[in-house]
């Protein structure tokens, strides 16, 4: 990374330090639905194995979902009050803006992750992962978090307001729940299995629960690579060209 | 730090040099040919209300827009060919104040000079001096967030210094400031032109380009309807006057008689009397509609704002409805 990036990336680690709020709603919100499934309603789902081992890896993917809003919200501001506008005009590059906010969100979501899995295992989580499983799980966490990142910067720039930003992250937060993270996608009515079958998040959480299984498939791991790629893409060249454009 | 060395290729003393300058945005034209010269250390003010094309004008100066048609140079560079020469001459301060509200005013100033390399020891100096020359020293721990508009405004200014910027752009620059905060950011600029640097002012205030423009334009619609030093355009438009409203016409014929050369208008039953200016030549004027037992209903002394000089200029009122 250039100077100019570490420099702005050390602007957004003191904004996440000083508003921690986005790290901590992506990983209560994850840990309070892992409890209510495991405990609550417990029982009435079968999944076929310990729900505690089926839910995690949904999990996972919340903590990188719910911490999205927050990046929007700030590479919004960022575009709206003008502090985009002023870096331009001081010819820092656009590169150097931009991967500072998706290298932030990606540390805020590896946080919320670590601290998901720490409370899954107190909760009984057990994976029989290899240290090769458990080297994919972050490899491809990783992956899922550039490439939403990518996308959500590109959102928070495209963004006409603050509250536009935060409403556009909310697919990206719901889609969660039409995959086959809390139930499996056999189980839902016809319309939705479709659509949960076909939807990027299935096939990442798929993978992750392979890997933290111990048992991974090649098939649903190039989806889900595919997914993290295709998705990465069109963020990044929609948040270039979205930055070249506003001013 | 830019060192402001003058380009040796272009011999003139032109900061800014600006010649059909164009920019639609879809089928609305907002820039509809700007010729626009300014010579190093001085102000420029360019004048309009809201909609008139300004932002539009200093986007396009300062690089953020790109221009359909025209020539723009400045500091000696073409905006469009020489970008990056251009963007290391020039210090922007937009409409609103561009300062991170999560970092305090010290790390405003830190985030420019890391940005701008103006490394270590001499980086840190450079910060607390602007700290103290802004008067923001003992705010300088608290986030921007807390901030009054003035405050953000003058942090807003200090950040663009940091880098010695020889050419500074100033998009309404008090916009919204009360009018204590709006005298220290006049006295801010005043100092800066001593110092040699070249000033791109936008207002949509008449008494601010008055006070500290050297020269003013009149950007109406996307075109220059005026240009001059503030005295040329004060002498273009109605000056201060009197304005009395009578009970009937009989208190108006006869207020109409013994005050020469004022204006009446009949159906408002109003008198517009030329101010001769100051309390004595007010005092008359009162004294004489006494001497003859007529009092107005109403008295106000008027003096020309914006919207009399674009109708003076233009012909027709200040229009708000125009995009930017």
Known sequence: ?247 | MSDGAPNLVDVSTSAIAVSGLRKSFGDKKVLDGIDLDVPEGTIFSLLGPNGAGKTTTVNVLTTLTRADAGTVRVAGHDVTTDTRAVRAAIGVTGQFAAVDEMLTGRENLQLMADLRHVGGAAGRRLVTSLLDRFDLADAAGKPASTYSGGMRRKLDLAMTLVGDPRIIFLDEPTTGLDPRSRRTMWDIVRTLVADGVTIFLTTQYLDEADQLADRVAVLDRGRLVAEGTPADLKRRIPGSHVELRFADLADLDTAARVLPGAVRDDGDLTLRVPDAGGSAALRGLLDRLDEHSISAEEFAVRTPDLDDVFLALTGHPNAEVVAR
């Open chain 1, 1 to 247: 990374m250039s100077a100019d990036s570490m420099v702005l990336l050390r602007r957004n680690v003191k904004h996440t330090v000083r508003n921690p709020v986005a790290v901590f709603n992506a990983v209560l919100f994850p840990v309070v639905l892992m409890v209510m499934f495991v405990y609550v309603l417990g029982g009435a789902f079968s999944v076929g194995e310990r729900y505690i081992d089926y839910a995690t890896p949904g999990m996972i993917l919340m903590g990188i979902s719910y911490g999205l809003s927050a990046t929007a919200l700030s590479v919004n501001t960022d575009m709206t009050k003008g502090i985009i506008n002023r870096l331009r005009v001081m010819d820092v590059s656009r590169g150097a803006v931009l991967t500072g906010h998706v290298v932030v969100t990606v540390l805020r979501s590896l946080l919320a992750i670590g601290a998901i899995v720490g409370v899954a295992f107190a909760l009984g989580f057990r994976p029989a992962a290899g240290l090769v499983d458990w080297l994919g799980v972050a490899g491809l966490v990783l992956a899922v978090g550039i490439a939403l990142s990518w996308l959500t910067v590109a959102l928070g720039l495209a963004a006409k307001s603050a509250e536009t930003a935060g409403m556009l992250t909310v697919p990206l937060v719901m889609l969660p729940f039409l995959s086959s993270a809390v139930v499996p996608a056999e189980k839902m009515g016809p319309g939705v299995r479709q659509f949960a079958e076909y939807q990027p998040f299935t096939p990442i959480i798929e993978t992750l629960r392979g890997l933290l299984a111990g048992t991974p498939s090649t098939g649903t791991a190039l989806a889900a690579l595919a997914w993290c790629v295709g998705i990465g893409l069109v963020g990044y060249v929609w948040a270039l060209t979205t930055f070249r454009r506003r001013a």
